[in-house]
Structure formats: structure tokens, C-alpha cells
């Protein structure tokens, strides 16, 4: 473009000098020096004279057209070429066409914008970055300042093998370039193997690629077991499911360090799926908790009733957390267990001669850890105090009731009396004398059994003397006895 513009001003320079040098012509008058004399002929003069007045016109003519092309020239210059940035640029050692500025004239590019993105990536010694390519994908809306400031971070990270163009295109894409970048960054200080490619498809997924590789270091850092194992793969997968990454690498590792056994990481990953906060589910499986049960009731075969307390340690099973009965239940298995042994002994004085056997029977009874969360680690004795001897009461009760049975059946036989009574009376089997003998009789025993304190039974009636339920005996006896004096007196 500059070599045409020269072109078009020397030829104008040529043609504004013919034209005045056709325009001229030079008479030569006599010389005081010299005797010679020019001839002119007449015919050339007035050919001259035609020439004169046509060279006139088209020096006329070219003048104009040179003052036009030059104010051309000087619009072309200030409205279409930013010659300042242009220099600008010049003195980085960037190179940019006029062709190229006239083209972001024509397409509204921004031409200042462009070409000081271009000397800042120059300067910072990105010097792959083109024009072409930031026209490209400005207008295809990418924000070039951000991509642009993503690949001079990358390049002093020494982030190799990344591209203008791939990241243009991962911008396009609705990835963020800053956060890609950062993350690989990242991963090679931490010495993880991923890429850029890797990266983004992890980002376009859903995923954090920022707490991805935080959680890769922190398995890394663990030791080289775990490091062999929790690869990128199987944290993705688990991230991707909706799992706490942090947290659950940090329970496997927590698992693995109190060398627990008989689980996998995917133990550790369904237990964070299901809702539960991992850390918190396996720390009964590294550090076993220690419940108390409240006292146990249980009466063993000599009738005697003993309360025991125990210390149950418990230590959780990674393997069914899940689905596993609670902690409650296992206890309550506890308790159930230990008044069956204490049901089972032969005497109470056994149970307190050694109470850690009771202990160790209920410890390695294996119904109270089935399809448990829990494994009982040790049962140990707390407390234990004895009780009622329930023996001796339920047989003094089985006695009381005897005497009430007793009791009610001489009352019942006593009414047969009567009706007998009643009936010799009516039919004249007995007479008044005889009747009253008996009264007598019986009036007579009462009062000796009152005196001797037994009842009609023959048993002691220590307890109850002057009771209310004998009074009416003695009153009976007294009455019996008054009437016998007044039969005697009448005899």
C-alpha cells in the first residue's frame, strides 16, 4: 500500500513539472556581448502561442486534481489509518499492515484496542499472538482481554503446549479459561499429571476444577498408597455424583491411618451420598464410643433380684453405616442379653462372686452385632446391687393366700352349719337346748383360741390381736356367754 501511494505522488510530481515546462518557452534578446540575432518564424510563433493557451488548462486542471488527491490523501490518512498507533506499534516491533487497520475501519473493530492487546502480549513475550486472530474472534464476541491475560499467565507459568486459538475456542465454549488455567497451574506445582483438554471436559461436566485438584493433593500428600489409589478418575466420578470431594477424602485418609480394614473408598463415597456427614459417620470406627446402660433388672433361679450397669464400647462397621441398626438398638440388645444371664444363674452370689463372666457372655453373644452399624469391642461391669428376694415374697404371698382360701372355705362351711341349723330346726331334728349347748361350745373355743392367739386354723395370730376382724368373734363369745349365764340362772 505504501509502494502505490509513492507510485501516485511521484507520478503527479511529474506530471505538474511537464506541464509547466510545456508551459514555458525562453526568447533570447540580444546580448550586448554577443552580435548574434535568432531568428523566430512566424508560424512557430503562433504554434507556440496555441500551445501556450492550451497548456494553461491542463496545468489548470492537473493543480486542481493534485489538491484534490492530496486532501484525499490526508483523510485517507486521519480517518481510516491511526497513524500514532500505527507508530505506536512500529516502535514495539510489532508489525501491522494498513491493509489490516483499513479492514478494522471497515468492520468496526476497534483498531486502539486491538493494537495495544497486541503490544501488551508482544511486550510480555507472547509473541505468537496475530491480528488476524484477534479480529477473528472479536467478532465472535470473545473477550480478548481475558484470554489474551490468560495466555501471558499461562506462558510465564510455563504452561506448555496452549494455544490462542485453543483458548479462544474453550472461551466459546462457556469455559473459564482463568479457572482451567489456574487449575493446571496448580497441578504442575503439585506434580498431578492432567492437561488443559482434561481439564476443560471436567469444567464442561459440572465440575470444579479448582477443588479437584486441591482434593488429588491432599490424597497425594497422604502417602503413596492412597496416592495410588485415589486417581483423577475415581474423584471425578464421585464429584461428578454429587459428593463432597474434601470430605471424603479426608475420612478415607483418616480410615486408613487408624488401619481400619475391610472397606474401600467407595465405602467411604456411598456413605457421603446418602446424605451423611462422612467425617463425622466414621469417627465412632476410629475413636469407639463408650455408652452406659441404665440399670438392669433380672432375677436369678435362688429368687433373688439383682441391678447391674455395664460399659458397652462400641466401635462403628464402614461397611454397614448404611442401613446398619443404630447405636439404641445395639444397646438395647446389651440389656436384653444381660437379664437373660443374670435369668440364667443358679444363684445371686454366683453373679457377685465373678460378674465379668456375665459380662463376657453378653460381649461374645453374636445376635446383639447382626446387620449391626456397631461391633461390640467390651462389655465391663459398672454397678451392680442387689435387690428384693423375690423368692421368699411370692412365697409368703402363696401362704397369705392359702390362709384367705382357707378362711373363705370355713366361712362357707360355717354357712352350710347354719342352713343345717335352720333346717333341723324346721324339721324338729334339734331342739332350743340342744342348739344352745353348741353356741356354748363354740363361744367357749373361740375364747380359748383369743387367749392361745391362733386362729381356727392352729396358726399364731401375733400380729393381729385386737384386730377388726376378730373383734366381732369376742363379741360373739361375750354375747354367747351372757345368754348361757342367763340359761343357767333360768335352769
Same mark, same amino acid.
Given at each position: 500500500?505504501?509502494?502505490?501511494?509513492?507510485?501516485?505522488?511521484?507520478?503527479?510530481?511529474?506530471?505538474?513539472?511537464?506541464?509547466?515546462?510545456?508551459?514555458?518557452?525562453?526568447?533570447?534578446?540580444?546580448?550586448?556581448?554577443?552580435?548574434?540575432?535568432?531568428?523566430?518564424?512566424?508560424?512557430?510563433?503562433?504554434?507556440?502561442?496555441?500551445?501556450?493557451?492550451?497548456?494553461?488548462?491542463?496545468?489548470?486542471?492537473?493543480?486542481?486534481?493534485?489538491?484534490?488527491?492530496?486532501?484525499?490523501?490526508?483523510?485517507?490518512?486521519?480517518?481510516?489509518?491511526?497513524?500514532?498507533?500505527?507508530?505506536?506499534?512500529?516502535?514495539?516491533? &510489532?508489525?501491522?499492515?494498513?491493509?489490516?487497520?483499513?479492514?478494522?475501519?471497515?468492520?468496526?473493530?476497534?483498531?486502539?484496542?486491538?493494537?495495544?492487546?497486541?503490544?501488551?502480549?508482544?511486550?510480555?513475550?507472547?509473541?505468537?499472538?496475530?491480528?488476524?486472530?484477534?479480529?477473528?474472534?472479536?467478532?465472535?464476541?470473545?473477550?480478548?482481554?481475558?484470554?489474551?491475560?490468560?495466555?501471558?499467565?499461562?506462558?510465564?507459568?510455563?504452561?506448555?503446549?496452549?494455544?490462542?486459538?485453543?483458548?479462544?475456542?474453550?472461551?466459546?465454549?462457556?469455559?473459564?479459561?482463568?479457572?482451567?488455567?489456574?487449575?493446571?497451574?496448580?497441578?504442575?506445582?503439585?506434580?498431578?499429571?492432567?492437561?488443559?483438554?482434561?481439564?476443560?471436559?471436567?469444567?464442561?461436566?459440572?465440575?470444579?476444577?479448582?477443588?479437584?485438584?486441591?482434593?488429588?493433593?491432599?490424597?497425594?500428600?497422604?502417602?503413596?498408597?492412597?496416592?495410588?489409589?485415589?486417581?483423577?478418575?475415581?474423584?471425578?466420578?464421585?464429584?461428578?455424583?454429587?459428593?463432597?470431594?474434601?470430605?471424603?477424602?479426608?475420612?478415607?485418609?483418616?480410615?486408613?491411618?487408624?488401619?481400619?480394614?475391610?472397606?474401600?473408598?467407595?465405602?467411604?463415597?456411598?456413605?457421603?451420598?446418602?446424605?451423611?456427614?462422612?467425617?463425622?459417620?466414621?469417627?465412632?470406627?476410629?475413636?469407639?464410643?463408650?455408652?452406659?446402660?441404665?440399670?438392669?433388672?433380672?432375677?436369678?433361679?435362688?429368687?433373688?433380684?439383682?441391678?447391674?450397669?455395664?460399659?458397652?464400647?462400641?466401635?462403628?462397621?464402614?461397611?454397614?453405616?448404611?442401613?446398619?441398626?443404630?447405636?439404641?438398638?445395639?444397646?438395647?440388645?446389651?440389656?436384653?442379653?444381660?437379664?437373660?444371664?443374670?435369668?440364667?444363674?443358679?444363684?445371686?452370689?454366683?453373679?457377685?462372686?465373678?460378674?465379668?463372666?456375665?459380662?463376657?457372655?453378653?460381649?461374645?453373644?453374636?445376635?446383639?452385632?447382626?446387620?449391626?452399624?456397631?461391633?461390640?469391642?467390651?462389655?465391663?461391669?459398672?454397678?451392680?446391687?442387689?435387690?428384693?428376694?423375690?423368692?421368699?415374697?411370692?412365697?409368703?404371698?402363696?401362704?397369705?393366700?392359702?390362709?384367705?382360701?382357707?378362711?373363705?372355705?370355713?366361712?362357707?362351711?360355717?354357712?352350710?352349719?347354719?342352713?343345717?341349723?335352720?333346717?333341723?330346726?324346721?324339721?324338729?331334728?334339734?331342739?332350743?337346748?340342744?342348739?344352745?349347748?353348741?353356741?356354748?361350745?363354740?363361744?367357749?373355743?373361740?375364747?380359748?383360741?383369743?387367749?392361745?392367739? &391362733?386362729?381356727?386354723?392352729?396358726?399364731?395370730?401375733?400380729?393381729?390381736?385386737?384386730?377388726?376382724?376378730?373383734?366381732?368373734?369376742?363379741?360373739?363369745?361375750?354375747?354367747?356367754?351372757?345368754?348361757?349365764?342367763?340359761?343357767?340362772?333360768?335352769?
Amino acid at each position: 500500500m505504501k509502494r502505490y501511494l509513492l507510485y501516485i505522488v511521484i507520478m503527479l510530481t511529474i506530471l505538474v513539472f511537464s506541464s509547466c515546462d510545456e508551459g514555458t518557452r525562453e526568447v533570447y534578446a540580444p546580448d550586448a556581448n554577443t552580435t548574434e540575432m535568432v531568428e523566430i518564424n512566424d508560424s512557430l510563433i503562433d504554434a507556440d502561442s496555441d500551445a501556450d493557451g492550451v497548456s494553461f488548462w491542463d496545468g489548470f486542471l492537473i493543480l486542481v486534481v493534485t489538491l484534490g488527491l492530496a486532501g484525499l490523501i490526508v483523510w485517507f490518512f486521519i480517518a481510516m489509518v491511526p497513524i500514532k498507533l500505527w507508530f505506536n506499534a512500529k516502535l514495539s516491533k &510489532v508489525n501491522i499492515s494498513w491493509l489490516l487497520l483499513i479492514k478494522m475501519r471497515w468492520q468496526n473493530i476497534p483498531q486502539a484496542k486491538l493494537i495495544n492487546l497486541m503490544v501488551t502480549a508482544y511486550n510480555a513475550g507472547l509473541r505468537t499472538l496475530s491480528l488476524p486472530e484477534l479480529m477473528k474472534y472479536y467478532l465472535a464476541k470473545v473477550d480478548l482481554d481475558v484470554v489474551v491475560a490468560t495466555m501471558i499467565r499461562a506462558m510465564a507459568a510455563n504452561v506448555k503446549d496452549i494455544k490462542f486459538d485453543d483458548m479462544a475456542q474453550l472461551y466459546l465454549r462457556k469455559v473459564d479459561v482463568g479457572a482451567i488455567v489456574h487449575a493446571q497451574i496448580n497441578a504442575m506445582n503439585a506434580q498431578i499429571k492432567t492437561s488443559i483438554p482434561e481439564l476443560s471436559e471436567f469444567y464442561l461436566a459440572g465440575g470444579n476444577v479448582g477443588d479437584l485438584i486441591k482434593a488429588k493433593n491432599i490424597a497425594d500428600n497422604a502417602g503413596d498408597d492412597i496416592k495410588a489409589e485415589l486417581d483423577l478418575g475415581r474423584l471425578k466420578k464421585h464429584y461428578l455424583a454429587g459428593g463432597n470431594l474434601k470430605k471424603t477424602i479426608e475420612a478415607y485418609i483418616s480410615a486408613k491411618k487408624a488401619k481400619l480394614t475391610g472397606f474401600e473408598f467407595e465405602d467411604i463415597c456411598k456413605i457421603d451420598l446418602a446424605g451423611m456427614d462422612v467425617v463425622e459417620a466414621i469417627k465412632p470406627a476410629i475413636n469407639p464410643i463408650v455408652v452406659e446402660t441404665d440399670g438392669v433388672r433380672g432375677v436369678a433361679r435362688d429368687g433373688v433380684e439383682l441391678t447391674m450397669k455395664v460399659k458397652v464400647t462400641l466401635r462403628s462397621q464402614i461397611k454397614n453405616i448404611i442401613g446398619g441398626v443404630s447405636a439404641d438398638t445395639v444397646l438395647a440388645r446389651v440389656n436384653e442379653a444381660l437379664a437373660t444371664q443374670i435369668g440364667l444363674a443358679q444363684s445371686h452370689t454366683e453373679i457377685l462372686q465373678n460378674p465379668y463372666l456375665v459380662a463376657d457372655k453378653v460381649e461374645n453373644s453374636a445376635a446383639i452385632s447382626e446387620s449391626s452399624a456397631y461391633e461390640i469391642r467390651s462389655v465391663d461391669v459398672s454397678d451392680i446391687k442387689i435387690g428384693n428376694d423375690v423368692g421368699a415374697s411370692l412365697k409368703v404371698a402363696r401362704a397369705k393366700a392359702q390362709v384367705e382360701a382357707a378362711k373363705a372355705e370355713l366361712l362357707l362351711a360355717e354357712e352350710k352349719v347354719q342352713k343345717a341349723m335352720a333346717s333341723a330346726f324346721l324339721d324338729g331334728n334339734i331342739s332350743v337346748q340342744e342348739y344352745t349347748d353348741i353356741k356354748n361350745k363354740q363361744a367357749d373355743t373361740l375364747m380359748r383360741q383369743s387367749l392361745a392367739n &391362733v386362729d381356727v386354723t392352729g396358726h399364731h395370730l401375733s400380729s393381729h390381736i385386737g384386730s377388726p376382724d376378730e373383734s366381732p368373734h369376742v363379741q360373739e363369745t361375750d354375747v354367747v356367754v351372757e345368754k348361757n349365764d342367763d340359761d343357767s340362772k333360768k335352769d
